[in-house]
């Protein structure tokens, strides 16, 4: 069994930060891609960041390029989002998502995951 576990959501004013963490646990490989998708009201879900198996690459979609950084930890099983000069547009549900397959470029297409966390709430004011 595989579990993910989002942690570190929360309330933040416009222009502020805030790190996102995701603990994997169970028989899971920490080579899998991975990702970060978020769904705000009322929109459909998006992947927002992937991470390669090794961690080398990574990818973004164009709203988050330059703000948000996906990293993974290996040794501690966790990957990390880090999100910083928020915008209200940001507010949104986040989940992390694995994959079971690895790869050097992996996809922002949800239906390609198999694992997922609860979710977590971020929310930015203006």
């Known amino acids: 069994q595989v579990r993910l576990a989002e942690v570190g959501g929360g309330s933040v004013q416009s222009g502020g930060s805030l790190r996102l963490s995701c603990v994997v646990s169970?028989?899971?490989?920490?080579?899998?891609?991975m990702a970060w998708f978020r769904q705000a009201p009322g929109k459909e879900r998006e992947g927002i960041a992937t991470?390669?198996?090794?961690?080398?690459?990574?990818a973004y979609v164009d709203s988050v390029k330059g703000r948000f950084t996906i990293n993974r930890d290996t040794a501690k099983n966790t990957l990390y989002l880090q999100m910083d000069s928020l915008k209200p547009e940001d507010t949104a549900m986040y989940s992390c998502?694995?994959?079971?397959?690895?790869?050097?470029?992996?996809?922002?297409?949800?239906?390609?995951?198999?694992?997922w966390g609860q979710g977590t709430q971020v929310t930015v004011s203006s």
């Open positions: 998502a694995a994959a079971d397959f690895t790869s050097a470029y992996c996809p922002r297409d949800s239906s390609r995951y198999t694992y």
């Open positions: 169970g028989d899971t490989s920490m080579s899998w891609c």
């Open positions: 991470i390669s198996g090794s961690g080398v690459h990574t």
